[in-house]
């Protein structure tokens, strides 16, 4: 009876602990969501393509802030494609790299992402 006591309890702990470890696991694998914002300086427009942790997004601003949501990302590498126009000048700007947070500027045009 002993022996049948001691494994029947093995048996509990060991299924407690699996239930800990999935539970903590599952919890664990939900990226946090990251917030991408362009914002123009006044008489300004601009866009931002790109990705950030393998999930693609599009956002612009005129005169203000345009901003989106990513979720599911998975990583940190980042490619963004910036356009930004006035009334006289025109650029397009390349963001590539690897980071927690994202701070880049084309002209006046500052994009981030955190």
Same mark, same amino acid.
């Given at each position: 009876?002993?022996?049948?006591?001691?494994?029947?309890?093995?048996?509990?702990t060991?299924?407690?602990?699996?239930? @800990?470890?999935?539970?903590?696991?599952?919890?664990?694998?939900?990226?946090?969501?990251?917030?991408?914002?362009?914002?123009?300086?006044?008489?300004?427009?601009?866009?931002a393509v790109?990705?950030?942790?393998?999930?693609?997004?599009?956002?612009?601003?005129?005169?203000?802030?345009?901003?989106t949501?990513?979720? @599911?990302?998975?990583g940190?590498?980042?490619s963004?494609?910036? @356009?930004?126009?006035?009334?006289?000048?025109?650029?397009?700007?390349?963001?590539? @790299?690897?980071?927690?947070?994202?701070?880049?500027?084309?002209?006046?045009?500052?994009?981030?992402?955190r």
């Amino acid at each position: 009876m002993k022996t049948m006591t001691k494994a029947l309890f093995a048996a509990g702990t060991t299924a407690v602990l699996f239930t @800990g470890i999935i539970s903590f696991t599952a919890v664990q694998a939900v990226p946090p969501d990251k917030r991408v914002t362009i914002a123009c300086e006044p008489g300004w427009r601009g866009s931002a393509v790109g990705t950030y942790g393998g999930v693609g997004f599009g956002v612009s601003c005129q005169n203000g802030k345009g901003n989106t949501t990513l979720q @599911g990302v998975t990583g940190e590498d980042y490619s963004i494609r910036v @356009g930004v126009e006035s009334s006289s000048i025109a650029a397009d700007c390349l963001f590539q @790299g690897s980071a927690p947070t994202v701070d880049e500027t084309c002209v006046v045009v500052r994009l981030t992402i955190r």
